[in-house]
Each structure stands twice: as C-alpha cells, then as structure tokens.
C-alpha cells in the first residue's frame, strides 16, 4: 500500500506543477508533466480498492490529453486516416457485447414489465430533451450543439450494468433494459436526431438507421450467435473480448479528440460543464421519475444508471457517418471518460447505503459475470 500511495501523492504533486506551468506558458513541460502525472495516477489507483475502479478511466485521460498535446500522432499515417477505424473498432465492441447476451436477458419483460417500461421511456425522453436544453441554451455552434442532442440521443451502453451491480442495484433490470433500448435504437435514434437535432444539422432518418444497424444491430446478432453455438469452447476469447472492448473505446476516444481539437479548445471548459450538467441531469431525473412511480429502490437506483450513462462509442461513429465527427463527435468524446468517473462515484456511495427494499438480488451475481 504504502508505494502506492506515495505514488499517488507524487502524481498529484506533478499534476499540480504541470496545470501552474500550463498558465505560465511552459507548453511542452506542462504536457510531459500533465500526461505522465495522469499515467501515474492510474497506476497508484490499482493499490487502493476504492480507487481501482477509476485506473481505466484515467488511462482514457492520459491519452485523451496525450491527442490535445499532438495531435498529429492520432490522425493518421500517410493517407490513411486513423477516423476510418471507429466503424470497426464499435462493431468489435458490439460483437463482445453480444457474446454475453442471450435469450434470458430479455426475461425481465415478463418478470418486472413495469420497471422494464419506465425504463426504456425513461432512456428516450429524459436525455433527449435534457440534451435540446442545453443545446439551445449553451449557444454552441450548430454542429456541436447537435453533437450533445446525439448524446442524449442513444442507447445506454454496457457500462450501466457493471455500474448497476457495484451500486446494488438492480441487475437483471438494467440488462434487460440496455438490450431492449439497444435494439430499440435504429428507429428511436434517428426519430429523435431528426426531430431534436434537426434545426442544427440535416439527419437522414434511412442512412442512420441503416448505420445502427450496420454497426449494432448486425455484430450484436453475430456475438449472440456465437454465444449460443460456441460459447464457452473459446474461453481465451471470453478473456479477452472486455479488453479489447476497453481498448477500443479508449481507442475511440483519443481519434476523435485529436480530430476535434481546435474545436475542443475554442468550447471545451463550457461543453465539459454542459456535459457533466447533462450526466446529472440523467441521475437525478431517472431516479426521480422511478420513485415518483414507486418503484423499490434497487430499480430506481437502476434506471438513474440507465438513463445517466450513455453508448458514447455509438454516438462516436454516428458522427464519423455523418462526416461530422471532428464537431458533432466531440461531446460523445468527452461524455465517455466523464460518464464513467461520476457512474463509479454514484454507484461506490449507493454501495456504502444498502437499499431499504430487498428486490432484485438474487440474479444479479449471475449477470454482472456475464456482462
């Protein structure tokens, strides 16, 4: 513990002296000091069980502020450009997604129908209409003011329901909920871009239901496949489909970063505080909303994460098809890393407050190793 925790303090001492030397100009300094304070954090996270859940969340900072600094790293090499692997790297990520699922994640229709509606409408209106707020309110420019409807705009990702379970919450409910919002999402994502987002970019319903379906719906049926006919006999595959799936939207995220810099720099302090407002907003709306139809704890705690936490790396290719990822992806590019520090945060306090009710436990073991 103790190297750990003196690696902790040292990193925090570099990042300090690295942002002081920021506002004094000392740019290449500031950037070995920022990016390698960051590095070490992530690494002194991993001695502190508290902490341990943040090491890849900081690991996406580190490179996120590594593109800031040089960009020119992440664009590209000779004519090839490294925007041309988000498609990709999101279908491996659907894939790994699939080969968890199966027909039993879809039970909590019938076993908690109620909680299961309230959720998925939930999922399509409280983050959608938060997103158009505050795009119409922030004053950002057209393309990133469409960049933060679309956030709002998809599905919840996998990253709900590890939440969910560290959170006590309700995991069969959250499961069911990702599934049934993601294959939802051809038809309510492009609906909701077209009527929501429409005044700031133009939306081809057809085109981007088609590249959710291209890019979700089709490697999510493969994984489910697979799951079903082979799951199991490639266990190293098993292993190592999560990290490759952290990877990749770690991956996601720096591409885009690096493409959208100037834009990140003209608007970032002001988009980083219209997103986190845009995260609470899911939190605290989500939960409410289940409690005013009084729904038990552990599903309100549930449906808080749902709608809070968001498919940023679906978000992401949406805005490369667009042509747009340089502006319109730069919200899903900050939501990511974001999401995950104040979903961790969430879930590790509802962790240390057991829930009055006791609903919805049995399972949860079951799906979280699953997921």
Known sequence: MKPFKFLLIFSIALFVIGLLLVGLGQTVVSSV??????????????????????????????????SLYYPEYFTGIGDFSFKQLIVPLLQIIMFGVGTTMGYKDFGGIFQQPKAVAIGIVCQFTIMPIVGFTIANTFGFPREIAAGVILIGCVPSGLASN????????????????????????????????ELLAGQFVEVEFLSMMYDIVKMVIIPIC???????????????????????????IAVIITIITAAGRDSLLAVGPMLVLAVLI??????????????????????????????????????????????K??????????????MNITGSS??????????????????????????
């Open 33 to 66: 000091l920022l990016i390698g304070s960051l590095a070490l954090m992530a690494i002194s996270f991993q001695g502190f069980e508290k902490l341990r859940g943040f090491s890849y969340t900081f690991w996406i900072l580190t490179a996120v502020t590594f």
């Open 162 to 193: 590890v939440m969910s379970y560290i959170a006590n919450a309700n995991v069969p409910l959250s499961v069911t909920v990702t599934a049934i919002a993601t294959l939802l999402a051809p038809l309510m994502t492009p609906l909701l871009m």
């Open 222 to 248: 493969a994984g489910l496949l697979y799951n079903y006919f082979l799951g199991g006999k490639f266990p190293w595959l098993d292993r190592a489909m999560p990290i490759v799936s952290m990877a990749a």
């Open 278 to 323: 845009h995260n609470f907003c899911g939190f605290a709306l989500g939960y409410s909303t289940s409690k005013l139809f009084r729904l038990d704890e552990r599903s309100c705690r549930t449906i808080a994460i749902e709608v809070g936490l968001q498919n940023g790396g679906l978000a992401s290719a949406l805005a490369l098809q667009m042509g």
């Open 325 to 338: 990822v340089a502006t319109v992806g730069l919200a899903p590019a900050i939501f990511g890393p974001l």
């Open 346 to 371: 969430l879930a590790t306090w509802w962790r240390s407050k057991p829930p009055v009710d006791k609903n919805a436990g049995a399972l949860q073991e079951d799906h979280i190793t699953k997921s």
